[in-house]
Structures are given as structure tokens and as C-alpha cells.
């Protein structure tokens, strides 16, 4: 059997929970749908290079500027990867104000939210 002490805990984070777990599961699903759909980009190379990415990191498009080819292919690759990872921060970011806007358990979603939206200069 539980001890009181136990039982007080249990009830304190229940409390923590949303009272309508399916309105919730909805919300988050819809939050989650939008993030992960919407199109973030970046510029680099003095806007040369342009870069989208949806909320979960996938790479939309690239686009060069013509003036950019004429760069060396070191300098428009660092350009391309800059602007790529421009991107996906800002999907990061995005998903990451969302999740953190929900509370579950007392805790933000975002801590249950799989690593890959996670930002790597927290780890």
C-alpha cells in the first residue's frame, strides 16, 4: 500500500495534468502539424544564398544568386551551408516556442520532444 506521503505526491502531479487530456493531445497535434509544416529560411553571402527548411529540419530549397557562382567553390559551399543551417535553426526555434508554450505534468512538451528539435548547444 502507498503511504500518505506517496498518495500526496501522486494527487500533486496529477493536478499538473490537463483536465481534458484528448483537448490537449489535439492541441499539441495541431501545434506540432503547423510547426513542423511551416517554411523557415535563412540568407548568407550577403543575401546570395537562400535557404528553407521546414520545422523538423528537412531541407526545402536552395537558391544562388547568380553573382554567388562566381565565388570559389570553398566560399559558396561554407555560404550554402551557413544559409542551410540558418534555416533549420530558426525551424528549431519555432517548434521549440510551441512545444514550450504547453505545460504537461508541470513540465514544458518540449522536454519530452525527441532530441532532433532540441538545440545542440544545450547538450
Not at 506521503?5 to 495534468?17: F, G, I, K, M, P
Not at 513542423?36 to 546570395?48: H, K, L, M
Not at 510551441?98 to 519530452?112: E, K, Q, T, W
Amino acid at each position: 500500500m502507498f503511504e500518505r506521503s506517496s498518495q500526496e505526491q501522486l494527487r500533486a502531479a496529477l493536478n499538473y495534468l490537463p483536465g481534458d487530456l484528448g483537448a490537449f493531445q489535439e492541441c499539441l497535434r495541431d501545434s506540432l502539424h503547423k510547426a513542423a509544416s511551416a517554411e523557415y529560411t535563412s540568407s548568407a553571402a550577403d543575401g546570395a544564398v537562400d535557404a528553407s527548411c521546414n520545422g523538423l529540419g528537412a531541407l526545402i530549397s536552395i537558391r544562388i544568386h547568380p553573382t554567388a557562382r562566381r565565388e570559389d567553390n570553398l566560399t559558396l559551399g561554407d555560404a550554402v551551408a551557413q544559409a542551410e543551417r540558418g534555416a533549420e535553426d530558426a525551424g528549431r526555434r519555432a517548434v521549440q516556442e510551441r512545444m514550450g508554450s504547453h505545460i504537461f505534468g508541470g513540465r514544458p512538451l518540449i522536454a519530452f520532444v525527441p532530441t532532433v528539435f532540441n538545440d545542440p548547444a544545450d547538450s
